[in-house]
């Protein structure tokens, strides 16, 4: 009996010393965790704009690509453009610190490029289904900007 209750004082012992050492880390620790958890978060909005700044500019570099057989009108294609660098260069000026670019998602827009426009000779439909997956892009990173804006 005395060997059970001696080991029952002995865990409740060690328990509540566990259990003020959780309370010292979360009285000085969780704080500091904290603060840095919400800073990082806080600074994903500038990587989500380097990101739209990013794709913006892979879209016009790929719109710079041989056009020889694009049967659109070609000021609304300069239009087109035009609108996309001001996008691009409006968004470039809300980004404080610049990151460097994401080679996944260059990678991503030079694939397209070869296996689409390089493969069928950068041909009316080639070009054509560039401009659907396009629009289908532009379409999310409304969507990114959106959510951006409603989060601040």
């Keep these: 009996m005395f060997t059970k209750t001696l080991f029952v004082c002995f865990f409740l012992t060690l328990h509540n010393e566990d259990l003020s050492l959780s309370c010292r880390w979360m009285d000085h620790k969780f704080r500091q965790f904290?603060?840095?958890s919400l800073d990082l978060l806080d600074?994903?909005?500038m990587d989500q704009l380097g990101f739209i700044v990013q794709t913006l500019e892979e879209i016009i570099d790929l719109f710079n690509e041989d056009l020889d057989h694009v049967t659109w009108e070609e000021s609304r294609l300069d239009n087109?453009?035009?609108v996309l660098s001001q996008q691009m260069d409006?968004?470039?000026s809300c980004i404080v610190t610049q990151k460097k670019k994401s080679?996944?998602?260059h990678m991503y827009?030079?694939?397209l490029s070869r296996q689409v426009l390089e493969r069928m000779d950068h041909s009316a439909e080639a070009w054509e289904q560039i401009r659907k997956?396009?629009?289908k892009h532009l379409c999310r990173?409304?969507?990114l900007v959106s959510a951006t804006l409603n989060n601040n």
Aim: no cysteine.
């Design 34 to 36: 904290s603060k840095s």
């Design 80 to 82: 087109f453009l035009n």
């Design 43 to 45: 600074m994903m909005p």
């Design 103 to 105: 080679k996944k998602l």
């Design 133 to 135: 997956e396009i629009r």
């Design 141 to 143: 990173v409304d969507l």
């Design 90 to 92: 409006g968004m470039r």
């Design 109 to 111: 827009f030079k694939r």
